[in-house]
């Protein structure tokens, strides 16, 4: 009787598991996906408000170098 019992919430234990494991990952993809969308929204806007281009500004923003 006990097995039966334990086996029972071991099956129900994996089965939250599965669950709360697909509903994270799921979340997780869909923002890093609006978020790299979000990034390259705005590199595109500044490189069209700026006239450099991208890697241009972060060579300069970094080294301070002005090509």
Do not use: C, K, P
């Amino acid at each position: 009787m006990a097995m039966a019992r334990t086996e029972e919430r071991l099956e129900r234990y994996e089965t939250a598991v599965r669950s709360a494991e697909s509903f994270y990952f799921q979340n997780a993809e869909r923002l890093n996906g609006r978020m790299a969308m979000l990034g390259f929204l705005i590199a595109v806007g500044t490189e069209a408000l700026t006239g450099h281009t991208l890697i241009g500004q972060v060579v300069f923003g970094i080294f301070g170098i002005d090509y």
